[in-house]
C-alpha cells in the first residue's frame, strides 16, 4: 500500500479552530485530489490539482484550502468556515495531465471528528 | 459538469451467485470508467477499468460493460465469494481531464 500517505489517521478538532491534513506521496505523479466521504453519499470532490502551484475547486470547495507548493505534498485545511466537517478525507494522485485514462491512487484516510 | 448515478446503493447475494452493479452518466464526452473496490476501513482500490472505445472487459470473474449511446455502464461479479463483500464505486472522467466523478457507492454483502 506505500506510494500514497495520509497523517493523521484520526483526529479531533474543537470547533472554530482550523486543522490542517497532510498527503503525501513518493510515486512522481502530477496530479493530486481530494476527497470527503460521508456515509451514503460515496467521494465528494473537495479540491485537485494537476500540477505544482495550480490547483482547482472541487464540488464543495466551501470552507476548505488547499496548497501545492511542492509535488510531492498536497495539504488540506479545515478552516471554521466549514459547517459540517465531520468525516473521512481521502487523498489521491494520479500520473497527470496530458495522458489519458488516469487511474488514481488513493491514501489510507483521515477520519476528521469535530467535538 | 458529470454527474455520476449508482444502482443499487445496497446489495446482498449468495456465495456463488452473481452480483451486477449499475451506473449512468451524464457527460457524453467522458470515455473513461473505472470501478473502485472500498474494504471496511481501507482505502479505494481500482479492480477494473473500461475506456470508451470498447464495450465489455474482462478479468477473471468481474466484467464492465459499457453502453455508450445509453451513457451506461455497469460491473458483474460472478460466483461472489465473501471476500467480495465491500463497498463499489463507478466513475467517470474525460481524456486529459483530471476532474474524476464518482458515484454513491454500492455496499456489497455475500452471504456464506
Known amino acids: 500500500d506505500g506510494g500514497i500517505t495520509q497523517s493523521p489517521k484520526y483526529l479531533f478538532r474543537k470547533e472554530g479552530q482550523n486543522v490542517t491534513l497532510s498527503c503525501e506521496q513518493n510515486l512522481n505523479h502530477d496530479a493530486m485530489y481530494w476527497y470527503r466521504q460521508d456515509p451514503g453519499q460515496g467521494l465528494r470532490l473537495i479540491y485537485y490539482s494537476q500540477i505544482v502551484n495550480d490547483f482547482q475547486k472541487g464540488d464543495i470547495a466551501e470552507g476548505y484550502s488547499v496548497s501545492r507548493e511542492k509535488k510531492e505534498s498536497f495539504p488540506l485545511t479545515v478552516t471554521s468556515a466549514q459547517k459540517n466537517p465531520t468525516a473521512f478525507y481521502l487523498c489521491?494522485?494520479?500520473?497527470?495531465?496530458?495522458?489519458?485514462?488516469?487511474?488514481?491512487?488513493f491514501g489510507p484516510g483521515t477520519r476528521l471528528t469535530v467535538l | 459538469g458529470e454527474n455520476v448515478e449508482q444502482h443499487p446503493s445496497t446489495l446482498s447475494v449468495q456465495e456463488g451467485d452473481s452480483a451486477v452493479i449499475k451506473c449512468t452518466y451524464s457527460d457524453s464526452a467522458s470515455n473513461y470508467f473505472p470501478w473502485y473496490k472500498q474494504e471496511l476501513g481501507k482505502r479505494p482500490q481500482l479492480i477494473i477499468d473500461i475506456r470508451s472505445n470498447v464495450g465489455e472487459k474482462k478479468d477473471q470473474r468481474i466484467a464492465v460493460t459499457l453502453n455508450k449511446t445509453a451513457k451506461h455502464f455497469s460491473l458483474h461479479i460472478t460466483e461472489t465469494q465473501p471476500e467480495d463483500s465491500a463497498v463499489y464505486f463507478c466513475?467517470?472522467?474525460?481524456?486529459?481531464?483530471?476532474?474524476?466523478?464518482f458515484g454513491a457507492g454500492t455496499r456489497l454483502t455475500v452471504k456464506p
Open positions: 466513475a467517470a472522467s474525460k481524456a486529459n481531464n483530471n476532474d474524476m466523478r
Open positions: 489521491a494522485s494520479s500520473v497527470g495531465i496530458g495522458l489519458s485514462y488516469n487511474e488514481q491512487f
